[in-house]
């Protein structure tokens, strides 16, 4: 099995495991490899399916994507795990059972419930152009530079629809807040002030439901926060980790 991931930074500083969400890969942390690389060793993951990692076809797709991580934590020492919507839904569901195996987690732009549009689905099917026009609209906040939309939407259009189908149904199906309060890792949760997707309220049931927990609401970001306000977005994690 095997995973590509994407890395940067001293492999002996504290390593970061950075995960994607539907439909993503390793290029939706471009501006955490560059800016957080004079501290940390960096390491982005392609999932099962997405970026360069080739699709296995597992029948249990959120096993295969734990799978994934569980085998990239593995290789290094007490990371720090970070998951952006999808990712932060696997991020929950891996430290829950592997609490042993990880210094800390970062919820980004995610919840303890990850509901997700009908009309998502309908567009994945029937008008995958649809779908990506819409990413521009859902994924960012309105003072967004036009460059950042584009370069995602070229990033979109390298997955194949299925996959991100899949990938939003496995967020359909999660549903852990009656188990959140169970995490007892360090958690830092990062959301952007106007994400339409995963709105604030989801991060602050995060921070009260996890007793170790700091939240971090950054202004001017929708839901890809990480891109939006990467500046503030490394800043917030340095000052965590420090």
Same mark, same amino acid.
Request: glycine letters at 6%; a negative charge; charged letters at 25%.
């Given at each position: /099995? ?40 960096? *390491? ?6 997405? !970026? ?16 994934d ?19 932060? /839904? ?11 195996q ?8 995610? !919840? ?11 567009? +994945? ?26 370069? =995602? ?27 959140? =309060?169970? +995490? ?12 339409? /997707?995963?709105? *604030?309220?989801? =991060?602050?049931? +995060? ?6 927990s ?11 926060? /990480? ?16």
């Amino acid at each position: /099995m095997k995973v590509h991931v994407e890395t940067s930074g001293n492999k002996k500083a504290q390593p970061i495991i950075f995960i994607h969400g539907a439909g993503g890969s390793s290029a939706t942390w471009m501006m955490q490899l560059r800016g957080l690389s004079d501290k940390f060793h960096i *390491v982005a993951i392609d999932l099962n399916g997405h !970026g360069k990692t080739i699709d296995r076809y597992e029948q249990d797709v959120v096993s295969s994507y734990l799978e994934d991580i569980n085998q990239i934590v593995r290789e290094h020492d007490s990371p720090v795990l970070a998951g952006h919507s999808m990712g932060g /839904m696997l991020t929950q569901l891996y430290a829950l059972e592997n609490n042993d195996q990880i210094k800390g987690i970062i919820l980004v732009s995610t !919840g303890a419930k990850l509901r997700v549009m009908p009309t998502i689905f309908d567009m +994945l099917e029937n008008d995958f152009e649809n779908y990506i026009e819409a990413v521009g609209n859902f994924m960012f906040h309105s003072g967004t530079s036009p460059e950042i939309i584009e370069a =995602s939407k070229v990033e979109v259009r390298k997955c194949r629809p299925d996959i991100i189908s899949r990938d939003f149904r496995a967020c359909d199906n999660f549903d852990m807040m009656d188990r959140v =309060s169970e +995490l007892i890792t360090p958690t830092l949760i990062i959301v952007g002030q106007e994400d339409l /997707m995963t709105p *604030v309220k989801y =991060s602050q049931y +995060l921070n009260n439901q996890i007793k170790d927990s700091t939240l971090k609401v950054i202004e001017n970001a929708g839901h890809a926060v /990480m891109l939006e306000q990467s500046r503030a977005f490394n800043n917030a994690i340095k000052e965590w980790l420090n």
